[in-house]
């Protein structure tokens, strides 16, 4: 059975799609990731984004909230300048600023995982579609997502960017049915 279309020949974009995408994930620190990665990919290819990846761990202290909160100006100015990741003075300042309102969550609910999955009732929705263009971009459930967490102080988290965000968080089963992937996340809980 085919693989779903959009990693093309792309080894990392194949491996992410073989291996991530789509798996529930429910660790704080992973889905801070997302979170970040996400939010960098607003305007640009998922796979740019891939092949930094590792740059922004490094660059953003293994996704650790409590190391990018107390992020300086001299720090910020080194992020900006890092050709290793991408340097978007606004996407760097949304991050610090995202991992305050992420730890408010974190604190109010016990955990983010616990805040987030909420919204889809806690368990994976399984989509059924059939060839890539049924896929959406942005769901009610992103607008819902998008609103509550820029009522909460986020930034660069439009509908589009939280639905991404809930496809690599396993939040939705988006592969299409023909994909072998599908029947395998369908029975993760």
């Known amino acids: 059975m085919p693989r779903c279309p959009w990693p093309g020949n792309n080894e990392l974009m194949i491996t992410y ?3 991530e ?10 889905l801070f990731e997302f979170i970040v990665l996400d939010s960098f990919q607003a305007g640009l290819s998922w796979s740019t984004i891939l092949n930094k990846r590792e740059n922004f761990r490094e660059a953003f202290a293994d996704f650790d909230s409590d190391k990018i909160v107390r992020f300086d100006k001299r720090k910020i100015q080194k992020l900006i300048l890092d050709v290793g990741i991408i340097r978007n003075k606004q996407k760097i ?3 610090i600023s995202n991992a305050k309102c992420f730890q408010n969550i974190q604190v109010e609910y016990g955990s983010f995982d616990k805040y987030i999955w909420q919204l889809v009732g806690e368990k994976p929705l399984q989509n059924k579609w059939r ?3 049924d896929i959406p971009a942005k769901t009610e459930l ?3 997502m998008s609103v509550a967490l820029k ?3 986020f930034q ?4 589009t960017i939280c639905y991404a965000f809930i496809q690599a968080a396993g939040m939705v089963n988006d592969h299409l049915v023909s994909c072998p992937r599908y029947k395998e996340i369908s029975k993760m809980p």
């Open 21 to 30: 995408w789509g798996v529930p994930v429910h660790d704080d620190r992973k």
């Open 156 to 159: 660069f988290v439009g509908s």
């Open 17 to 19: 799609h073989d291996t």
């Open 151 to 153: 009522g909460r102080g």
């Open 142 to 144: 992103s607008d819902a």
């Open 93 to 95: 300042m949304a991050t």
């Open 131 to 133: 060839k890539l263009s």
